[in-house]
Antibody, heavy 121, light 107 residues
Framework: EVQLVQSGAEVKKPGASLKIACKTS????????IGWVRQKPGKGLEWIGM????????RISPSFLDHVSVSADTSTNTTYLQWRSLNVSDTGNYYC??????????????WGQGTMVTVSS | DIQMTQSPSSLSASVGDRVTITCQAS??????LNWWQQKPGKAPKLLIY???NLETGVPSRFSGGKSGTDFTFTINSLQPEDFATYYC?????????FGQGTRLEIK
């Protein structure tokens, strides 16, 4: 059974760094792109970017480039989303999601449960 | 980047009704379009891929299509569990992009 299990909720101050995790199981980790989607409170879905665990290639949306990084650890089948300096505007629920090679690439039906990140002074 | 314009942003309907949501892409997306359902506090659920293909296990009252340059999503005979928010999504080019969402409420 494919499962994506994310790390717990975080509360941080502006300027802090943060790394959230998504541990996967039930499939060959290095064979699928895996990425992240943000949902601000009461708002829609925004695609952040993805990483291919097989060779660590990343693709990041221009809206998030230079603000976040995505990485993968094949020894633990875990994907990470990281910020060096959080802003209040980063507050939201972050989902990890497996991707499929359909079209250029698409989000699969397998999602994590979400990690709520709250940035507040 | 491709912008997805989804309408309406909200919709009130009754159990048994037929509803349609529309999505328009700012550029050609070669029919690479998904429709998602999201309930409060839950991750989105894939309903339809490649414009009109039903994901495994999704009831047949859900359907997707294309009319001219508009992509359509229809629910026939609304059920109580269908009241949720729906999103279109293009995957023709990066960055992947979603419509703004349609909140379907009980009338």
């Amino acid at each position: 059974e494919v499962q994506l299990v994310q790390s717990g909720a975080e509360v941080k101050k502006p300027g802090a760094s943060l790394k959230i995790a998504c541990k996967t199981s039930g499939y060959r980790f290095s064979n699928f792109w895996i990425g992240w989607v943000r949902q601000k409170p009461g708002k829609g879905l925004e695609w952040i970017g993805m990483v291919h665990p097989g060779d660590s290639t990343t693709r990041i949306s221009p809206s998030f480039l230079d603000h976040v990084s995505v990485s993968a650890d094949t020894s633990t089948n875990t994907t990470y989303l990281q910020w060096r300096s959080l802003n209040v505007s980063d507050t939201g629920n972050y989902y990890c999601v497996r991707h499929l090679l359909r079209g250029v690439v698409t989000t699969d039906s397998f999602w994590g449960q979400g990690t709520m990140v709250t940035v507040s002074s | 980047d491709i912008q997805m314009t989804q309408s309406p942003s909200s919709l009130s309907a009754s159990v048994g009704d037929r509803v349609t949501i529309t999505c328009q892409a700012s550029h050609d997306i070669n029919n690479y379009l998904n429709w998602w359902q999201q309930k409060p506090g839950k991750a989105p659920k894939l309903l339809i891929y490649d414009v009109s293909n039903l994901e495994t296990g999704v009831p047949s009252r859900f359907s997707g299509g294309k009319s001219g340059t508009d992509f359509t999503f229809t629910i026939n005979s609304l059920q109580p569990e269908d009241f949720a928010t729906y999103y279109c999504q293009q995957y023709n080019s990066l960055p992947i992009s979603f419509g703004q969402g349609t909140r379907l409420e009980i009338k």
